[in-house]
């Protein structure tokens, strides 16, 4: 009877931490990356390079989770990737059409930003010597 009483708490205590765990991860758009991090601890790292599309819409296909709600329903948001085995990705920000806009802002920077070093160096080989 008590070998119960303590397996059923700790299973308790396990779904608990789990849950205050999975409500801690948190979304960052930087300069070049999208992290993903838990506790400051970046766990996944997405060139900003690599991302095609951010839809609201389910893709077919297999798709990487990275949910930071136990009900992500209305808050999903799918990153298809150029490159990987995965090609989709799912995030839960709290606010999904702004995350969007942000990471599309971010993405036309680092694209302008490409652009133009690649316009430098072109300028740069093209002078002669």
Known sequence: MKMAVFISLGL?????????????????IGSRYLRITLFGITLRRISLDDIESVSKRRPSGWTEHWWST???NHRMLFIRRSRGLR?????TPKNRYIFKADLERAMKR??????????????VSDCPT
């Open 87 to 91: 090609k989709y990705l799912v995030v």
């Open 12 to 28: 308790l205590v396990f779904v608990f931490a789990c849950i205050w765990v999975l409500t801690h991860l948190r979304y960052h």
């Open 110 to 123: 680092k694209l302008a930003v490409t652009e133009t070093s690649a316009e430098s160096m072109s300028q």
């Open 70 to 72: 136990i009900r992500p």
